[in-house]
């Protein structure tokens, strides 16, 4: 989990996007659209190595991809047929020129660059060990453990010192690695973190999302298995399955709100399962007397246009939102902290003033936010609010690579609805249920025994072992024992 949770700008984070590609003369310039189609994942930093038969090749910057990967000389400085990229959002590890992946290593198979997109539940016990066992860490990333046990592996070839290692590591992840030879994609057990497969011509993609093969004119072959590794060489591709199989479980938040609304998940658009969230959220909820529902943009955008649609209720756009600002942590002050919403978001009056307002944002994390949102449209004259959430209450944390506040920070573990009504200053306040957001998804309510999603931010319900979390808490109770002896 991260320590710089950004207080005002309210929202879940994802923690990376990965994109590679074997078989392209122009690897780098294409990877680097593919990295901008997959910002949304990461604004941090961005980072790409290639390889060009001869040696590997690598950039990494901080801030995003069109103000770093930038001019004619690209391919001179990036050379090759074969790239991988990340952008990078931290969950394990300081925002730092260090921490910037890919990260490459020369091993004694030969030089390997991977990129990760995730998080490692039990990172920190196995970075012990190895801290233990004599190994030095370079970085603070979760990242770094993948490829020090890669390197520890008594294995001979990378595939089978990778599979080694991943048989090591819990938690949600997709890997991508470059050696001189391969493009190597890895996912999860479960399928937590997504992974897709294109084809551009006679080269292979790999990449967080299929927005990015559309970016660059590939055609999306499937999605990566969870629990697969795929080799891409000149041979071909490849594909290991080398753990029992488990019941896939990916991760929901992609659907709520992670992923671009342009994206393919499962064969589903993206946009369309958020357009039935609304309609679901409305069907739900019944008749409301209200003159107008508005979206907090963008994510609430097409949830609002689902419940407009199955209410009746006219769908505008109350709030317009700035894309010229810049995150709201770098304010300098708390004055201009305070001041990021008004800069982001601004009322439209005229559709507003006088007006019943159903306010739909994707969803709600802390309230901080969705409390000055509301502020500013009671502000701009509206009559009433009812503010309503497209997705369930979020009531626990997470640890597989979102960045979100600890359960007693979380708005919905901390008070009741009534209470959270109270709170924002609103009329009414409803969220979706978890059998609405199923229903929304793939038209059945959860399984309980075997629910295939992975919920566990509205449910409790964690799919993996939570190995250091487990461990922090039991430390956390030693001292509390040992102060109250």
Known sequence: MSMFWDHDDDKPREECGVFGIFG???????????LHALQHRGQEACGIVTYDGFGFHAERHMGLVGDSFTGLDLPERLPGHAAIGHNRYSTQGRPAPRNIQPIFADLATGGVAIGHNGNLTNARQLRQSLVDDGAIFQTTMDTEVVLQLIAKSPRGRFTERLIKAMAQIEGGYALIGLTNKKLIGARDPIGLRPLVLGRLGEAHVLASETCALDLIGADFVREIEN??????????????????????????????????????????????????????????????????????????????????ETSGIPFHQGIIRSHYIGRTFIQPTQTGRQSSVSKK???????????????????????????????????????????????????????????????????????????????????????????????????????????????????????????????ANSAKEQQLSLLLD
């Open 24 to 34: 392209h003369p122009e690897a780098a310039i294409l990877t680097t659209l593919g």
């Open 227 to 308: 629990g697969e590794v795929v080799i891409i060489s000149e041979d071909g591709i490849e594909s290991i399955t080398p753990f029992p199989p488990r019941p896939a479980r990916p991760c929901v938040f992609e659907y709520v709100y992670f992923s671009r609304p342009d994206s393919i998940i499962q064969g589903r658009s993206v946009y369309e399962v958020r357009r039935r969230m609304g309609q679901f959220l409305a069907e739900e909820e019944g008749k409301i007397d209200a003159d107008v529902v508005v979206p907090v943009p963008d994510g609430g955008v097409p949830a609002a246009i689902g419940y407009a």
């Open 345 to 471: 978001h601004a009322p439209n009056r005229a559709v507003l003033k006088g007006k019943r307002v159903v306010l739909i944002d994707d969803s709600i994390v802390r309230g901080t936010t969705s409390k000055k949102i509301v502020k500013m449209v009671r502000d701009a004259g509206a009559k009433e609010i009812h503010f309503r959430s497209a997705s369930p209450p979020i009531r626990h944390p997470d640890f597989y690579g979102i960045d979100m506040p600890s359960e007693d920070e979380l708005f919905a573990a901390r008070y009741s609805i009534d209470e959270m009504s109270s709170e924002l200053g609103v009329d009414s306040l409803r969220y979706l249920s978890v059998d609405g957001l199923y229903n929304a998804i793939d038209g059945q309510s959860r399984n309980d025994t075997e629910p295939n999603h992975a919920d566990h931010c509205f449910t409790g319900d964690y799919p993996t072992d939570l190995a250091d979390h487990r461990a």
